[in-house]
């Protein structure tokens, strides 16, 4: 059974670019959910995609979305980036929201300049 | 809302002691409580969770966490630690789909 992968693993981008980050579920996940961890923070959660649906989103603005598809990989987007935006993001899959427990990946490195 | 609290940021403990990385939450709705170790610049891997049953609930590598409703907690604890142990530790509650609210996390240091 494969874990989460993430792409790329570091990523540099330049304030006010967009970025698109990437995700493969473990296998027989239906739910994806993606989580920002500023430096020494716990992680913030974005957003949960549940058969390609959005049906749960955390405290973060429209610049943020995403996508799922019906492989159930994921994808994020940011437009418009800012400097706190720099930030590891970690995508996880679960089964059926998360009561089996989430699989994280590794994240993504993510610096805006 | 729910929100989590880890009441330490920073634990040092010596080798071969035991550890409590205490973790306190609130939620109006039942909730789902998890315990993630995370390795510097990796990841978070699940260490337990506890959703129903026995409030005792142990990993594989002898980490343990007891769920006590009345005072919110779901501390975790080990006998006796080892270097390997070092890490930063977050615990989580979830709740239906509002993925999982983590702590600001405990960095577990492990002195020889």
């Known amino acids: 059974e494969t874990g989460v992968t993430q792409s790329p693993t570091h990523l540099i981008k330049t304030r006010g670019q967009q970025v698109t980050l990437r995700c493969s579920s473990q296998s027989g996940h239906n739910t994806v959910s993606w989580y920002q961890q500023a430096l020494g923070q716990g992680p913030q959660f974005i957003f949960q995609?549940?058969?390609?649906?959005?049906?749960g989103r955390g405290n973060f603005p429209p610049r943020f979305s995403g996508l799922q598809f019906p492989n159930y990989s994921s994808e994020l987007n940011v437009n418009a980036l800012e400097l706190d935006d720099s930030a590891l993001y970690l995508c996880a899959s679960s089964l059926d929201s998360g009561n089996y427990g989430y699989t994280f990946g590794s994240g993504t490195r993510l610096t805006v300049v | 809302a729910q929100s989590v609290t880890q009441l330490d940021s920073q634990v040092p403990v010596f080798e071969e002691a035991p550890v409590e990385l205490r973790c306190n939450y609130s939620s109006s709705v039942s909730v789902y409580l998890f315990w993630y170790v995370q390795y510097p610049n990796q990841g978070l891997q699940l260490l337990l969770k506890?959703?129903?049953?026995?409030?005792l609930v142990e990993s594989i590598n002898g980490f343990e966490a007891e769920f006590n409703k009345s005072q919110t907690s779901f501390h975790l604890r080990k006998p006796s630690v080892h270097i390997s142990d070092t890490a930063e530790y977050f615990c989580a509650v979830e709740s239906g789909a509002d993925g999982l609210t983590f702590g600001k996390g405990t960095h577990l240091i492990i002195q020889p």
């Open positions: 995609y549940y058969r390609e649906e959005e049906n």
């Open positions: 506890y959703l129903s049953g026995s409030t």
